[in-house]
C-alpha cells in the first residue's frame, strides 16, 4: 500500500517506521539527537523531487523509498523489506540522555518506552511472543523480579548486523517469523552475536537462535560450559536449566 502525503500536513520523517523509531539528527532508528517534522508539499516531478524519506508515486510525495536515493546520505532503503529510510549504522546508547526525546536505553539501544504488554521472552526466538513485528519480548528484570516487556528496537544496519550492545543481537535477517528486519536483543547463532565471555544457549539445538547468557548464578545453561561455575542444573535432561 503506497500513502501519499498531504499539502502542508507535518510528517514525521524519522525512522523506525510503525512501532516507535527514533529521532537522529532529523530521523534515524536508535539515535538520539532532535529530529523533528517537515512541512511538505503534495506534488513532485523530476526537477521538484520529495523530501528525504519519501518518493515520487505518479506526481505525489508518498512515504516510503524505492532506492537509496530517497533517503538521507547516512541511511538505506530497505528494499528487501519495510521500504523504510533505516541508519546505514546502528547508533548505540549508554544513557537515556543519548537517546531522541521521550525515548529510553535499553540494553545499549534507543527503544520506545514499553507499554503494559504482556510477553512470552522464551518465545522470542520462534516469533510468538505476543509482540508486534517491530518489538521483542525483553525482560530487564533480574532472576528473581521478571519484568518482560515488549520493547522496540531499530533496524538492522545496511549490511545486515547489529551491535552487540548490553545483552547481545542478531539482525533478523529472515531468521525468526512476524518480525521485521530488526535487531533481535538478546538473541543469538552463535557466541559472536553476544559480549565477550557468555555463551549462546538454544533451548532446543533444534532452535533457529539461542539466548545469550551471561553465565552467572541463575543465567540459562544447556551444559556445564555455559556458566561460570561449570555446574548448570537441568530439572529436565535436554532442556534448558540454570546455572548454579
Known amino acids: 500500500m503506497v500513502v501519499l502525503s498531504a499539502c502542508d500536513v507535518r510528517v514525521d520523517l524519522n525512522d523506525g517506521g510503525a512501532g516507535g523509531g527514533t529521532a537522529n539528527t532529523g530521523g534515524g532508528s536508535g539515535g538520539g539527537g532532535g529530529g523533528g517534522s517537515q512541512v511538505i508539499e503534495l506534488w513532485c516531478?523530476?526537477?521538484?523531487?520529495?523530501?528525504?524519506?519519501?518518493?515520487?508515486?505518479?506526481?505525489?510525495?508518498?512515504l516510503g523509498c524505492t532506492s537509496n536515493a530517497n533517503c538521507r546520505s547516512d541511511q538505506y532503503c530497505d528494499t528487501e523489506g519495510?521500504?523504510?529510510?533505516?541508519?546505514?549504522?546502528?547508533?548505540?546508547?549508554?544513557?537515556?540522555g543519548d537517546c531522541a526525546e521521550q525515548q529510553i536505553c535499553t540494553a545499549g539501544f534507543c527503544s520506545t518506552p514499553p507499554p503494559q504488554t504482556t510477553c512470552d521472552p522464551d518465545k522470542a526466538p520462534s516469533g510468538n511472543d505476543?509482540?508486534?513485528?517491530?518489538?521483542?519480548?525483553?525482560d530487564e528484570g533480574d532472576h528473581g523480579?521478571?519484568?518482560?516487556?515488549?520493547?522496540?528496537?531499530?533496524?538492522?544496519?545496511?549490511?545486515?548486523?547489529?551491535?552487540?550492545?548490553?545483552?547481545?543481537?542478531?539482525c533478523n535477517d529472515g531468521l525468526i517469523p512476524n518480525k521485521e528486519k530488526i535487531c533481535l536483543i538478546g538473541m543469538c547463532d552463535t557466541?559472536?552475536?553476544?559480549?565477550?565471555?557468555?555463551?549462546c544457549v538454544r533451548g532446543l539445538q533444534t532452535d533457529v537462535l539461542g539466548f545469550c547468557s551471561p553465565k552467572t548464578a541463575g543465567a540459562p545453561c544447556a551444559s556445564a560450559a555455559d556458566c561460570l561455575?561449570?555446574?548448570?542444573?537441568?530439572?529436565?535432561?535436554?532442556?534448558?536449566?540454570f546455572c548454579q
Open 45 to 62: 516531478s523530476s526537477s521538484r523531487p520529495c523530501p528525504s524519506g519519501q518518493f515520487c508515486f505518479n506526481g505525489l510525495c508518498a
Open 82 to 96: 519495510d521500504r523504510l529510510c533505516h541508519n546505514t549504522a546502528v547508533p548505540t546508547c549508554n544513557v537515556a
Open 130 to 138: 505476543n509482540c508486534d513485528s517491530r518489538s521483542v519480548c525483553f
Open 145 to 170: 523480579n521478571p519484568m518482560p516487556r515488549c520493547h522496540t528496537f531499530p533496524a538492522c544496519a545496511a549490511d545486515k548486523t547489529c551491535p552487540t550492545g548490553t545483552s547481545g543481537a542478531i
Open 191 to 199: 557466541v559472536s552475536h553476544c559480549p565477550a565471555n557468555w555463551a
Open 229 to 241: 561455575s561449570n555446574n548448570c542444573y537441568q530439572p529436565i535432561a535436554g532442556l534448558v536449566g
